[in-house]
C-alpha cells in the first residue's frame, strides 16, 4: 500500500524552471515550460512519444542548453553551479546505456566520482553508499561481472544502483524501468517512493508505464509543444490531463485505491 | 735533400757555414712545410663543413653512384670497402657489400666496416648519425655538368691524387668538346627538337637538367622551356603540340608510345625517331659523373642516327 | 546477511577479486621477461651472426663495442619507447573517441610529419630566408612539429573539442589538407621525394643515445596524466551525456587526453617516421588476454606496444640481413594479419 504523500504545499521548492524553451536545431520541443519540483516527492513525467520528456530531464540535468528561461537549482541558477557541487547535487540516468567493459562495481564506482575526485581514493562512506544502492537495487550478486554479460535488466538494476550511489539530492531518471519484469519494477517504483518520502529526495522520472506513474506524488504531463498539466494525481485525473496529451481518450480506473491504466479493446473509431 | 745541404754546411767557412746552416733551415722548414702541408688537407663539403684530411683515406665507403665512379676512375677503387645498392660501374664493385641507399644507409654494416672517410649526398639524417659514431663524411653533389669537374678535383685532393684528378677532367671536357663539336658540324638548320622522358607520367628533363645540359651541347633543341624548371612533368598535350623530332623514352615504352592519345601524330613515333637506351647506358647518361662522356656518345650516336 | 559480509569487504577493498588480478600480474611479468627477451635479442641481431655477436659481448673490443652499445642497445631501448609511445597514444585515442578502430595517426599527425618533413628538406637545400631555420631543426624536429601543428589545426577546425565526431572528421580532412599541400609542394623539388619517403616508412635505424632518451623522457610525461586521468576514460565508456553528469569536464578532458595523445605521437613519428598498427593493436591485444579497466589499460598496453615495435625491429634487420626492411612495412604485414584473424573470429562466432 503507498504511503500517503506530504503535504506539497510545505515542501521546499529544491528545483524550478521557468518560461523554458528547448530545441534541436529548427524542431522546437518544450516551450515556455514553467515547473516546480519539491523536496520529498516522487514526480512522474508521462506524454507520447516526441513530447519531449527526456529532454526536460536532459535541460533539468543542465545536459542541455536551453533557447529560453531559467533554471534555478536550490535558489541558484544552474549555470552558475560549479559542475562538481551540481554533481553531488544532481544524478541523472540516460535512457539507454552505452556497452562498456567495466564491472558492476567499477560502475557503481563511477557514481561516486563527483565526491572521490579524478584518484579515486575511495573513503569508507563511499564504500558504505555503493554498498547500499547496490543492496537496494539487488545487484550486489553480480558485482563483479561485467556489465556487457548482464542482461538487460540487470545491466538496468547497476546503473540504477550507480545513481542511487551518487546520494543526491535530485534524481532525473529517464525511463528507469526499461528492461525489468514486473517484480522488478514495482521494486524499483517502491525503491523510488522510499527515497523521495523517507530519504527527501526529489525523484522525477519519465514513465512509460501509466499505472506505475499514477502510483506517483505528482504527475507532470506533457502533450505536443509544452505541458498539459502538472499537479496531483487526483488534479490529473480530474483533469483529463492524459487524454488531452494523448489526443485520444486514455480510461483510468480505480481498483482498491490503485490507478489503473485499462486499455480499450474495442477499435478506435 | 736534407743530407746535402747539411754535408755543404758543415764543411764550409764560418760565413758559409752560416749561410748553409740558414740554407739548412730553410731547406728543413721547406720539406717540413711540404710535409705539413700534405698532413692536413681542409676540404669544405657541400653542406658547408670543413673537414680535414691528416692523410689520404685508405678505406672508403660510397653512396653515392657518381662518387663511387669518380672515385674508380681516378684509379683509387681498391680504396673502396662498400658502396650503396645502385652503384654498378665498374664491375669490380659489384663484389663489394652493399650498404642500402643513401636514405635507409646500414649504419651497423658501415660501421663495422672501419672505414675513414664516407662519401654520400646531402643528407642530413645519416650524416648527423654516422658523425656521432665519430665517423667521417663528406657530401658532395653533383648535379650538372659543371660540378662534375668541381667533384673530380675534390675528391682527388681528398685522395691525394691531384695530378690524376687534373687529368682525368682535361680528358673528359675535352672528350665532351669533341663530341660536341662534332655533333655541331654534323647538324643541319637549328638541330633537332627533342623530348627526353625521364620517368613515366611524362616527366621530361628540361634544359636546365644534366640530360638537358648535354643535349644542348649536342645542338638538339629541347621542347621543354627553360623556366619550367629541371623535371616539369608536362600534361601529354603540350608533347603534341610542341611536336617533338626526335623523342628519348625507356625501352619498355618504345612500343606504347602510339597508344597515348594524340601521341601518333607527333613526327618522331610517326617516322620512328625513337631513341632508347638500355639500362647500363642510361646509367652514364643520367648520373652525373666521369663517364659523362660515354653518355654523350651514346646520345650523339643515337641522335645521328634517327634525326631529319 | 553473511552472502553480502564478503561483498562488502570487496568493496571496501577496491581489489579486483582474486583471479583477475592474478591474471594481470602474470601478463605484466610475462611482458617484462618478453621485453628483455627482445632486448637480448637485439644485441645478438644485426649484420653479424648470433654467435660473433655473442663472442663479442664476451670478449669485447673497441669496434664491437661502438656497435653492440651505440648502435644495437639504443635502437632497441628506443624502439620499445617508440612503440610504447604510440601504445600509450592508441590506447588513449580508442578511449577518448569510444571506437576500437581508433589509432593515434586519426589526426592527421601522419601527413603533418610529412609536410614538416618536406618543409624541413625544402628549406635545407634552397635556404630561403625565413625558413633555414627550420632546415636546422632537422628532420625529427620537423616531423615533430608538423605533427603538432595538424593536430592543432584538427582541432581548431572541429571549433575546440565539442564532440567527438567532429573531431574524427576533422581529423580526415586535416589529412587530405596537408597531403594535398606536400604534394604540391614536391612537384617544386620532386628529388626530395625519395628521402621524404623513406623517412616516412619508418625506421628504427637512426635512433641513438640521444634520441633514446628523448623519447624516453616523453613517455614519463606522457604516462602520467594519461593515467591520472583514466577514470575519467571509464566514464567515457558510459556515455558523453551520463560522463557530464557526473561531474566530468567533457572539454578540458578531451583537450588533456589528446594533448598527450599529439605529443606521444609526434615524438615517435620524428624519431622513428610513421610506424602503422602498433597504436592499434596494442590495445586490442591487452583487451584480448585481460580484462581491465582504464588505468590498467594504460600501463598495459604501452607495454605491449613496446614489446612489438622491439620484435618489429628485429624481424626487420634479420629476416634479408644484412640489408634491412622498413620497419614500418614489418608492423603492417603483421598488424593486418591480425586484423583478418579478428574479422575472421568475429564473423565465425556470429
Not at chain 3, 624516453?216 to 553528469?245: H, K, M, N, W, Y
Request: hydrophobic residues 45%; charged residues 15%; proline residues 6%.
Amino acid at each position: 500500500m503507498a504511503e500517503p504523500a506530504p503535504n506539497p504545499a510545505r515542501a521546499p521548492v529544491v528545483l524550478a524552471c521557468r518560461d523554458l524553451s528547448v530545441a534541436y536545431g529548427a524542431r522546437v520541443v518544450l516551450e515556455d515550460v514553467s515547473l516546480d519540483i519539491c523536496a520529498g516527492q516522487w514526480t512522474a513525467v508521462v506524454g507520447p512519444n516526441g513530447s519531449g520528456k527526456s529532454t526536460l530531464l536532459r535541460t533539468l540535468a543542465g545536459l542541455t542548453k536551453p533557447r529560453g528561461g531559467t533554471i534555478h537549482l536550490q535558489g541558484r541558477r544552474l549555470s552558475a553551479w560549479p559542475r562538481r557541487e551540481r554533481a553531488r547535487c544532481l544524478a541523472w540516468l540516460a535512457q539507454t546505456a552505452a556497452p562498456t567493459e567495466l564491472t558492476a562495481t567499477e560502475v557503481v564506482a563511477l557514481g561516486r566520482f563527483a565526491h572521490s575526485g579524478w584518484w579515486a581514493h575511495r573513503k569508507a562512506d563511499d564504500d558504505a553508499s555503493m554498498h547500499r544502492a547496490m543492496l537496494a537495487t539487488g545487484s550486489l550478486s553480480w558485482a563483479q561481472r561485467r556489465v556487457s554479460t548482464l542482461s538487460g535488466g540487470e545491466r538496468q538494476r547497476v546503473h540504477l544502483a550507480r545513481v542511487l550511489a551518487v546520494e543526491a539530492q535530485i534524481l532525473l531518471l529517464d525511463e528507469p524501468t526499461t528492461h525489468l519484469d514486473p517484480p522488478h519494477q514495482e521494486d524499483v517504483a517502491r525503491l523510488l517512493r522510499e527515497q523521495a518520502h523517507r530519504c527527501g529526495v526529489s525523484v522525477v522520472s519519465a514513465i512509460h508505464d501509466l499505472s506505475l506513474a499514477l502510483t506517483a506524488d505528482r504527475l507532470i504531463v506533457l502533450g505536443h509543444r509544452g505541458v498539459v498539466g502538472h499537479g496531483s494525481v487526483p488534479d490529473a485525473l480530474a483533469g483529463d490531463w492524459l487524454s488531452t496529451a494523448f489526443r485520444t481518450p486514455v480510461n483510468i480506473v480505480e481498483h482498491d485505491g490503485v490507478h489503473l491504466w485499462r486499455p480499450a479493446l474495442a477499435p478506435r473509431h | 735533400m736534407i743530407s746535402h745541404w747539411g754535408s755543404i754546411s758543415l764543411r764550409g767557412a764560418p760565413p758559409a757555414r752560416m749561410v748553409g746552416g740558414a740554407a739548412f733551415a730553410l731547406g728543413l722548414a721547406l720539406c717540413v712545410g711540404g710535409a705539413a702541408a700534405r698532413a692536413s688537407v681542409v676540404l669544405r663539403d657541400d653542406l658547408k663543413r670543413e673537414v680535414a684530411f691528416a692523410e689520404p683515406p685508405r678505406r672508403i665507403v660510397s653512396l653515392l653512384p657518381s662518387l663511387t665512379e669518380t672515385v674508380c676512375a681516378l684509379g683509387a677503387c681498391d680504396r673502396l670497402v662498400a658502396t650503396d645498392r645502385y652503384s654498378n660501374w665498374p664491375a669490380q664493385v659489384g663484389a663489394l657489400p652493399k650498404a642500402g641507399g643513401i636514405d635507409d644507409a646500414q649504419i651497423e654494416l658501415i660501421v663495422s666496416l672501419k672505414p675513414d672517410l664516407i662519401l654520400l649526398s646531402r643528407s642530413q639524417r645519416i650524416t648527423g648519425r654516422l658523425q656521432d659514431l665519430g665517423l667521417t663524411c663528406f657530401a658532395l653533389n653533383t648535379d650538372s655538368y659543371p660540378e662534375i669537374a668541381h667533384t673530380v678535383r675534390v675528391i682527388g685532393e681528398i685522395l691525394g691524387l691531384p695530378e690524376r684528378a687534373e687529368h682525368l677532367n682535361e680528358t673528359i671536357s675535352s672528350a665532351v668538346r669533341a663530341i660536341g663539336a662534332q655533333a655541331m658540324a654534323r647538324r643541319h638548320g637549328d638541330g633537332p627538337s627533342v623530348y627526353f622522358e625521364a620517368d613515366a607520367p611524362p616527366y621530361a628533363a628540361g634544359p636546365s637538367s644534366f640530360i638537358g645540359e648535354l643535349l644542348t651541347l649536342l645542338g638538339a633543341r629541347n621542347i621543354v622551356a627553360a623556366d619550367l624548371g629541371p623535371f616539369p612533368q608536362l600534361n601529354p598535350e603540350y608533347v603534341v603540340r610542341r611536336n617533338p623530332d626526335v623523342i628519348f623514352v625507356s625501352p619498355s615504352q618504345v612500343m606504347h608510345l602510339a597508344e597515348r592519345p594524340g601521341w601518333d601524330r607527333i613526327r618522331a613515333v610517326k617516322e620512328q625517331r625513337v631513341c632508347s637506351f638500355a639500362p647500363a647506358v642510361r646509367d652514364s647518361i643520367v648520373r652525373p659523373g666521369p663517364r659523362v662522356a660515354d653518355g654523350m656518345r651514346a646520345l650523339a650516336e643515337c641522335l645521328e642516327r634517327v634525326s631529319p | 546477511m553473511s552472502a553480502l559480509r564478503p561483498a562488502l569487504a570487496d568493496i571496501a577493498a577496491g581489489r579486483m577479486q582474486g583471479a583477475a588480478s592474478q591474471r594481470l600480474g602474470a601478463w605484466l611479468l610475462c611482458c617484462l621477461a618478453i621485453t628483455l627477451l627482445l632486448t637480448a635479442g637485439g644485441l645478438l641481431i644485426g649484420t653479424t651472426s648470433v654467435e660473433t655477436s655473442w663472442k663479442w659481448l664476451l670478449s669485447p673490443d673497441a669496434q664491437s663495442s661502438i656497435v653492440l652499445w651505440q648502435i644495437r642497445l639504443p635502437r632497441t631501448v628506443g624502439a620499445w619507447f617508440a612503440g610504447a609511445l604510440l601504445g600509450l597514444a592508441g590506447a588513449v585515442a580508442q578511449g577518448v573517441f569510444r571506437n576500437p578502430l581508433a589509432e593515434p595517426y586519426l589526426l592527421g599527425t601522419a601527413s603533418g610529419a610529412a609536410l614538416g618533413v618536406t618543409v624541413c628538406l625544402m628549406a635545407a637545400d634552397a635556404s630561403i630566408g625565413g625558413l633555414a631555420w627550420f632546415g636546422k631543426l632537422g628532420v625529427t624536429g620537423a616531423a615533430c612539429i608538423g605533427a603538432c601543428a595538424a593536430t592543432l589545426l584538427t582541432v581548431t577546425l572541429s571549433r575546440g573539442v565539442v564532440q567527438t565526431a567532429s573531431l574524427l572528421l576533422s581529423g580526415i580532412v586535416t589529412a587530405f589538407l596537408l597531403s594535398a599541400v606536400t604534394s604540391l609542394l614536391l612537384l617544386t623539388k620532386p628529388d626530395i621525394w625519395r628521402e621524404m619517403q623513406t623517412f616516412l616508412l619508418g625506421s628504427t635505424g637512426f635512433i641513438s643515445w640521444s634520441s633514446t632518451a628523448l623519447l624516453g623522457v616523453v613517455f614519463c610525461i606522457c604516462v602520467v596524466p594519461a593515467t591520472l586521468l583514466s577514470r575519467g576514460l571509464d566514464a567515457l565508456t558510459l556515455g558523453e551525456d551520463t560522463a557530464q553528469s557526473l561531474g566530468l569536464s567533457l572539454p578540458w578532458l578531451r583537450l588533456a587526453l589528446l594533448g598527450v595523445v599529439a605529443l606521444a605521437t609526434s615524438t615517435s613519428v620524428g624519431q622513428v617516421g610513421i610506424v602503422g598498427f602498433v597504436g592499434l593493436i596494442a590495445p586490442h591485444l591487452v583487451r584480448e588476454t585481460l580484462s581491465v579497466n582504464h588505468r590498467q589499460l594504460l600501463i598495459a598496453a604501452p607495454l605491449c606496444g613496446g614489446a612489438l615495435l622491439q620484435a618489429a625491429d628485429l624481424v626487420s634487420r634479420w629476416i634479408i640481413r644484412p640489408a634491412e626492411l622498413p620497419v614500418g612495412a614489418v608492423t603492417a604485414c603483421v598488424g593486418g594479419t591480425y586484423l583478418v584473424l579478428l574479422l575472421w573470429r568475429r564473423s565465425r562466432d556470429g
